[in-house]
């Protein structure tokens, strides 16, 4: 897992998490139904391979969506985890095409509505990375403890 420019990486965001926040209106509509995100990017390029690093949940409404099948294919060969589709302006619907392509190459598919702003869902995105390095850390606050009371016994060896 790569790091992030702010230290550690979070653990990873099960794909289901994101997918549980109603209030974003997001559905799975193609590929796999689960992924784990470690980030968030929204692109309209072509071919953002070239700017991914792998793990992201990948955002675009389209815009230069031509081939879906090759865009899709370096998106997973980039490592994204995932692909979000928002509908509406560009297109009304999600393109057949890239359903099937998310498909047949096992990338989990996401609507995004139009009620539903990109900076919704990497806010969300990066609210659930905080509270999972938030249970990280009590995780790891709690062992440590555990450790140091083990290691003030009378006989710490065997407490440790």
Not at 27 to 34: F, L
Not at 44 to 66: C, F, H, K, R, S
Not at 116 to 143: D, K, N
């Amino acid at each position: 897992m790569p790091d992030s420019p702010a230290g550690p990486p979070a653990p990873p965001i099960p794909l289901a998490a994101l997918l549980g926040r109603e209030e974003l209106g997001l559905r799975r509509i193609a590929g796999p139904d689960h992924a784990d995100l470690l980030w968030v990017h929204t692109s309209e390029m072509a071919d953002p391979y070239p700017y991914l690093l792998g793990g992201e949940l990948l955002l675009t409404a389209g815009v230069q969506l031509d081939d879906a099948d090759t865009y899709v294919a370096r998106i997973v060969q980039a490592g994204a985890s995932a692909l979000g589709f928002g509908v509406a302006p560009v297109h009304d619907t999600v393109p057949a095409a890239l359903v099937e392509a998310c498909d047949r190459h096992g990338l989990p598919l996401l609507e995004v509505p139009p009620a539903t702003p990109f900076a919704a869902v990497a806010r969300a995105v990066w609210r659930l990375m905080a509270e999972a390095r938030h249970r990280e850390l009590r995780r790891v606050t709690r062992a440590q403890q555990a450790l140091a009371t083990a290691a003030a016994r009378p006989d710490p060896v065997p407490a440790v």
